[in-house]
Antibody, heavy 117, light 110 residues
Framework: HVQLVESGGALVKPGGSLRLSCAAS????????MSWIRQAPGKGLEWLSY????????NYADSVKGRFTISRNNAQESLYLQMNSLRADDTAVYYCARTYGDYMDYWGQGTLVTVSS | QSALTQPASVSGSPGQSITISCTGTNSDIGAYDSVSWYQQLPGKAPRLVLYDVTGRPSGVSNRFSGSKSGNTASLTISGLQAEDEADYYCSSYSSSSPVLFGGGTKLTVL
């Protein structure tokens, strides 16, 4: 069955960096678009970024453009999110999701990132 | 880009039907048949319940249905059950962002 497992969430100081990972299994990862979405505590969902199958196309929300970088390793069936210049308002649960066109059909359980001094 | 507009909360009794609206603009909902809906149970990850306005993924109850008129999309849940109590989010493709979410609606089953 489809499984997405995020990892890498941690407590980090403002201005710091963090790399999130998402391990995929149970589906054809190399032929799937993938996305990152986050949810601040008690708030709604915010789409952050997606990447196509061979990393030739990526897209970012304005809130993270220039600070976050999405990438993937198809051989290892893994998705990544490099987060730099972190701010307090980046505190959230971060989800990876398989993306089919304009919707996300499978989601991971999420990993918590806390930005605080 | 502003989020899509959803009511903060709706409620209904078991067996009743409820409808959650999702209002956008003619740059998102009004322009594309790309509205999807997600159910988020307390403490859990979101789960896709509708896609492309009316599409229902395998395993999702046929009590969930969708529609769209102009710039507003709707999710209807019929035969309300206690297990339906959750937060619901709409999303749409838009001309300025591939994925635009609504603010979410908390459904309470009385």
């Amino acid at each position: 069955h489809v499984q997405l497992v995020e990892s890498g969430g941690a407590l980090v100081k403002p201005g710091g960096s963090l790399r999130l990972s998402c391990a995929a299994s149970g589906f054809n990862f190399r032929n799937s678009f993938m996305s990152w979405i986050r949810q601040a505590p008690g708030k709604g969902l915010e789409w952050l970024s997606y990447i196509d199958t061979d990393s030739s196309y990526t897209n970012y929300a304005d809130s993270v453009k220039g600070r976050f970088t999405i990438s993937r390793n198809n051989a290892q069936e893994s998705l990544y999110l490099q987060m730099n210049s972190l701010r307090a308002d980046d505190t959230a649960v971060y989800y990876c999701a398989r993306t089919y066109g304009d919707y996300m059909d499978y989601w991971g359980q999420g990993t918590l990132v806390t930005v605080s001094s | 880009q502003s989020a899509l507009t959803q009511p903060a909360s709706v409620s209904g009794s078991p067996g009743q039907s409820i409808t959650i609206s999702c209002t956008g603009t003619n740059s998102d909902i009004g322009a594309y048949d790309s509205v999807s809906w997600y159910q988020q149970l307390p403490g859990k990850a979101p789960r896709l319940v509708l896609y492309d306005v009316t599409g229902r993924p395998s395993g999702v109850s046929n009590r969930f249905s969708g529609s769209k008129s102009g710039n507003t999309a709707s999710l209807t849940i019929s035969g309300l059950q206690a297990e339906d109590e959750a937060d619901y989010y709409c999303s749409s493709y838009s001309s300025s962002s591939p994925v635009l979410f609504g603010g979410g609606t908390k459904l309470t089953v009385l």
